[in-house]
């Protein structure tokens, strides 16, 4: 799963929460957003979120390698 923390209709974490309340930890996750707070890092790490990514400081080329990263383990 790749998500933003802010989004339309539901808040990344929040659809992180349901989907780990539904699947557990068998997916990897990747949150690629521009929030760059203690209280958002805190958030993903709870969640066993695998990499935070922010939007300003992340090609597409290293979005693209760590998912492969991820798929690999």
Excluded: C, H, W
């Excluded at 958002?40 to 695998?50: G, N, P, R, T």
């Excluded at 300003?56 to 979005?63: A, G, H």
């Amino acid at each position: 799963l790749v998500t933003d923390v802010i989004m339309p209709k539901i808040n990344g974490f929040d659809l992180i929460q349901k989907l780990r309340a539904k699947y557990g930890t068998k997916f990897k996750v990747i949150v690629l957003t521009n929030l760059d707070n203690p209280p958002d890092q805190e958030m993903a790490k709870s969640l066993e979120v695998d990499a935070l990514l922010l939007k300003s400081n992340t090609s597409l080329r290293s979005v693209e390698q760590k998912v492969a990263e991820l798929l690999r383990k």
